[in-house]
């Protein structure tokens, strides 16, 4: 009986793990350049004093789903989208280097250039800083430039590059801030194959109908797994019955 309860309270538990994660995915399916998370049950056997003939479901993230989402073209001259593979460098909130594809960008009253979530973004040299200026654009492999304020000048002036990578997706893992970062912890050299495109973002790859019907899946497995303890509480009532009848 104990067997029986035990198999079924780790299934409604990992059941109801993996459906955070969907619900996660669903949350984000509008937020730009995210990537969707992975799960996937995974049976465990019981080990015991006897044979281990049982086995129990634990639900494990395996990774993410690195395919490119769709290009909206904004027209905004502070958009970006990576075309491709590759990522945009930033500064995370705990100062180590982390790997993004949002590519909304914006400047703070310093000229410092942050995304949309307020991350320092990192140039080739650290984190960039655009001097005043007007009709800012940004190239195919991430150069900044610029006409400066109180220039006569009507020619562009570089001001920095953004740092685009590209290392192994294998070698990268998601963050609880949602960014991406080297398994070792170290940085990813900057690559010079990476392009851009400008005026555009790159949406969610999260694919709603699939995560809406893994959810309805997930719903369904967790009622299997409480139905099997109710039958585990009623079998336990009926030996109760005989015990007290003998």
């Keep these: 009986m104990d067997r029986l309860i035990y198999t079924a309270m780790t299934g409604a538990k990992h059941a109801l793990e993996q459906q955070a994660t969907t619900s996660h995915n669903l949350a984000n399916a509008t937020t730009t350049g995210f990537r969707a998370q992975i799960d996937q049950f995974r049976a465990v056997p019981v080990q015991g004093a006897i044979l281990p003939t049982r086995?129990?479901?634990?639900?494990?993230?395996?990774?993410?789903?690195?395919?490119?989402?769709?290009?909206?073209?904004?027209?905004?001259?502070?958009?970006?989208?990576?075309?491709?593979?590759?990522?945009?460098?930033?500064?995370?909130?705990?100062?180590?280097?982390?790997?993004?594809?949002?590519?909304?960008?914006k400047m703070d009253e310093n000229g410092v250039l942050l995304t949309g979530d307020g991350l320092t973004v990192m140039g080739d040299g650290g984190p960039l800083s655009i001097p005043p200026g007007r009709n800012i654009a940004l190239a195919k492999d991430g150069t900044i430039s610029l006409v400066p304020d109180g220039s006569a000048a009507t020619g562009l002036t570089s001001v920095g590059r953004l740092k685009l990578v590209n290392p192994p997706e294998a070698d990268l893992v998601r963050g609880d801030d949602g960014l991406f970062r080297l398994k070792d912890g170290g940085a990813a050299d900057a690559d010079p194959n990476v392009t851009l495109i400008s005026g555009a973002l790159e949406s969610s790859n999260v694919n709603v109908v699939d995560e809406m019907v893994n959810m309805i899946s997930l719903a369904r497995q967790f009622d299997m797994q409480m139905k099997l303890l109710q039958h585990a509480e009623n079998n336990d009532g009926k030996a109760a019955q005989l015990l007290s009848m003998s």
């Design 55 to 105: 086995a129990f479901v634990v639900d494990s993230t395996t990774g993410s789903d690195f395919r490119a989402g769709a290009i909206q073209h904004t027209g905004r001259e502070l958009d970006v989208a990576v075309q491709g593979d590759g990522w945009l460098a930033v500064q995370a909130a705990d100062g180590s280097e982390a790997y993004t594809r949002n590519g909304s960008l």
